[in-house]
Nanobody, 128 residues
Framework: VQLQASGGGLVQAGGSLRLSCTAS????????MGWFRQASGKEREIVAA????????YYVDSVKGRFTISRDNAKNTLYLQMDSLKPEDTAVYSC??????????????????????WGQGTQVTVSS
């Protein structure tokens, strides 16, 4: 599956952005999906994940209550609604697809996944 992310940009702190990730080549409903981000000089981290049905969702603690992951399998699209953005949210955001969704290695941690496909990143910059 090919993944195309879009929706990044420059926004002031407290603002909102909505990222989209459109799949082509294969049906998105076959995959569990996630959003990752990588800030300059830092390691990539998972931001949010959603299973194929949309019933199981994970958020990293730093975005809980501010970000919302969702999917529209009919439109083959994954979304990340980002509200109350902070300068520390500045990063390149990428979407990814996994055939695996397993129990987390640690309590409260992200689901165990096996990323098979990555989309190209979209830059999100939050100014203070």
């Amino acid at each position: 599956v090919q993944l195309q992310a879009s929706g990044g940009g420059l926004v002031q702190a407290g603002g909102s952005l909505r990222l989209s990730c459109t799949a082509s080549g294969r049906t998105l409903s076959n995959y569990h999906m996630g959003w990752f981000r990588q800030a300059s000089g830092k390691e990539r981290e998972i931001v949010a994940a959603i299973d194929w049905s949309g019933r199981s969702i994970y958020y990293v603690d730093s975005v809980k209550g501010r970000f919302t992951i969702s999917r529209d399998n009919a439109k083959n699209t994954l979304y990340l609604q980002m509200d109350s953005l902070k300068p520390e949210d500045t990063a390149v955001y990428s979407c990814a697809a996994s055939m695996v969704w397993g129990p987390p290695a640690t309590q409260g941690g992200p689901p165990r996944t096996d990323i098979g496909f990555w989309g190209q990143g979209t830059q999100v910059t939050v100014s203070s």
